[in-house]
């Protein structure tokens, strides 16, 4: 199951050392709710070798505002600690498996 990233957990997970990938939503969005069942899926498939999470622009400003979140869905790939690619809108799951796969 994904992960939720918050502004209080976000250095936490990050000092892991694994790669991140953070899926920036919002309720009222309907491509997020589109994009959610693949997230879940990949933090399956993933779990153990990468963190994957969903952080709620809503409710977390200091990360939405760190990283420059205009709009939603916008996935967020982190590798050492450092952005190395981002995602803006529902995309398909292979192009998040591809991205995912490059980190690892």
Do not use: H
Not at 25 to 35: E, K
Not at 46 to 75: H, Q, S, W
Not at 89 to 100: C, F, H, P, S, T
Request: charge should be negative.
């Amino acid at each position: 199951m994904e992960q939720e990233i918050t502004d209080v957990n976000f250095d936490e997970l990050i000092a892991q050392g694994k790669p991140v990938m953070i899926d920036f939503w919002a309720v009222w969005c309907g491509p997020c709710r589109r994009l959610a069942p693949i997230i879940e899926e990949l933090a399956a498939e993933y779990d153990g070798r990468a963190i994957i999470g969903k952080c709620d622009i809503e409710e977390n400003n200091t990360l939405t505002a760190k990283f420059g979140i205009m709009n939603v869905p916008t996935v967020i790939f982190i590798k050492n600690g450092k952005e190395v690619d981002r995602v803006v809108g529902a995309a398909a799951k292979n192009v998040l498996q591809d991205k995912l796969n490059a980190l690892l």
